[in-house]
Structures are given as structure tokens and as C-alpha cells.
């Protein structure tokens, strides 16, 4: 049974680098746009049979999440035996509890995959637990912590203490632990939120150096306030490390005055690299998604 690697618009990079590492064929397809501008997607492969891998997210623009279900639900029905869909960054993910008056877009986005002929999800490091519940079809998340760990050794940051800026983040905190050989020492902050403010209460200890670990950095606020704690009990050095940099609008960069060194974040969004100041370090997400591609296709 062969097995096909597609791609939506941006994830060139990305999919070249799997296609080759993996010994995976890339299928093509066309997205035909009418007079009155709606879509159509022209499959160029006979995938009767196949496995299908479709490389992409749903994140905005909407365009993109169009793009990939319509791919996905043409493969379907064209024959695809097995359709995997890889989403380095799945977004929506924070619309994850029922709230009155307001949508709930992981619960749409769970059912909507299914309906697109999607099997499974694949993804980088989701946001919570509550998001991973609502699926309806299986979902991987995969960690970056031996990414993250493997920068940690390299610039000798070993002995800085672990850092989860709210408890959501403590397990994205034991991971790196472990990577790094389960000698570093993890603290927390307990994250409190009054509509747009963030009060967080230190929980732990902490020496001169700090590594803070979260899933994604949008503004900042929740770093921010852990940067601003952390400085007042005398750390002296920060790095942050973020899977998912989104960096929306400036106030992050408030970061590099309150001790941050360093920022790192990976190629979860392809945009990233046009994104952010060259002082952002960006990291590689393919080796983890390759490990596991190489283990089940």
C-alpha cells in the first residue's frame, strides 16, 4: 500500500523534508477557484487505496482550514484508505470549555475532522487535556522536550531551574525534566485571571537561572508576569521556550526587560521565520513529527 505526502500552501519546506527523509512519494492537487470564487480541489494522483498524509493546520487565515478539510474530504472520497492529518500547531485549542453565550470551536473542529474523512490528528504539543477529550477521532500529540533539552545542553543552562508559568505547564516542565536526565528542579507559578489581569503566586524554589517552559506565546502576559516575579526574587537570567510562537502584536518584547536572554520557539507556523527579530530562536519541529511518521507509516 503506498503512501502519499500532500500539503497545504506554506508547509513546502516542512513536507519536502519529510518526503525525503521518509522515502514518501508527495501527491499534488490543484485548488480551483470559480467565477464567483468558490473553491474546488482537483486531486492529480489515483489514491484509491492509499495512505494519505496531509500536511497543514487550521489556524487563520480561514482559507487555510477550508483548504485542508475540502483536500481531506476529496481524498476520502476518492478511495484514500487511511487519511492522517499533520498539524503542527492545531489552533482552537483554548476553546476548550463550555461557556454560556460563547462557541466552543474545538468541539466544532473534533466533528468537522471527522466528517472531512480525516483517521487521525497529528499534532505538536496541544494546548490541554479538555481540548484532547473532545475529539472524535484519535489524536497525538507529540512533545518537543528533546528539542528544547538538546538547546538546554548545548548552551550549558543545565542548572537553571525548571519553570511552568501556570500549572497547565507543569507536565510540559516534567517532560524536559526527564529529557534532561531528572536532575533539574521544577517550580510553578499559580495563575490567577481577573478578565484581562494576571496576578500568579511563586510555588518552589529558584536560583540565579531560569528556564521557563509554555505551549504558546501570544502577547505574553502570562510570561511577562512570571518574568516579573521571577526578577524580584533575584533570578538573573531567563530563557523561554515555546512551542507555538505566535507573537501577536509587541507587548512580548517587554520580555527582554525583565532578564530574558533568550527566546525559543519552533516551526510550528511556517510564517514564524518571517515573523520574528532575528534574537528569536527558531528550532526545527520535523525530527519529532519524522520519528513518529517513521514508526507507524
Request: glycine share 6%; hydrophobic share 40%; with cysteine.
Amino acid at each position: 500500500m503506498q503512501t502519499l505526502l500532500y500539503n497545504i500552501p506554506g508547509f513546502e519546506a516542512l513536507s519536502e523534508s519529510l518526503a525525503e527523509k521518509l522515502g514518501i512519494k508527495k501527491g499534488t492537487y490543484q485548488l480551483k477557484r470559480f467565477t464567483n470564487n468558490e473553491a474546488q480541489i482537483i486531486i492529480n494522483d489515483n489514491v484509491k487505496g492509499s495512505k494519505c498524509l496531509v500536511l497543514g493546520t487550521n489556524a487563520p487565515p480561514d482559507r487555510q482550514m477550508i483548504e485542508l478539510m475540502f483536500l481531506c474530504h476529496t481524498l476520502k472520497n476518492d478511495g484514500a484508505k487511511k487519511i492522517s492529518a499533520i498539524l503542527p500547531y492545531l489552533a482552537y485549542t483554548r476553546q476548550d470549555r463550555k461557556e454560556a453565550q460563547k462557541g466552543l470551536a474545538m468541539d466544532w473542529f473534533s466533528k468537522a475532522f471527522k466528517i472531512s474523512g480525516i483517521s487521525e490528528v497529528i499534532t505538536v504539543d496541544i494546548h490541554s487535556r479538555l481540548a484532547k477529550k473532545m475529539f472524535k477521532i484519535p489524536l497525538v500529540s507529540l512533545s518537543p522536550a528533546e528539542i528544547f533539552a538538546d538547546e538546554i545542553k548545548k548552551n550549558s543552562f543545565v542548572d537553571a531551574t525548571i519553570i511552568a508559568p501556570d500549572e497547565g505547564a507543569i507536565n510540559r516542565c516534567k517532560e524536559l525534566k526527564k529529557c534532561l536526565g531528572d536532575k533539574s528542579q521544577i517550580s510553578y507559578f499559580e495563575k490567577k485571571r481577573n478578565g484581562q489581569i494576571i496576578s500568579a503566586a511563586f510555588k518552589g524554589k529558584v536560583g540565579k537561572r531560569a528556564v521557563i517552559v509554555d505551549d504558546i506565546l501570544d502577547t505574553g502576559g502570562t510570561l511577562i508576569v512570571a518574568c516579573q516575579e521571577l526578577k524580584k526574587l533575584g533570578v538573573e537570567e531567563i530563557i523561554i521556550m515555546v512551542t507555538h510562537g505566535l507573537f501577536t502584536n509587541d507587548s512580548w518584547k517587554e520580555l527582554w526587560n525583565l532578564g530574558v536572554k533568550k527566546i525559543y520557539t519552533t516551526d510550528t507556523l511556517p510564517e514564524i521565520r518571517i515573523k520574528v527579530p532575528p534574537e528569536v530562536s527558531i528550532l526545527q519541529i520535523a525530527p519529532i513529527i519524522e520519528k513518529y511518521v517513521r514508526q507507524k507509516y
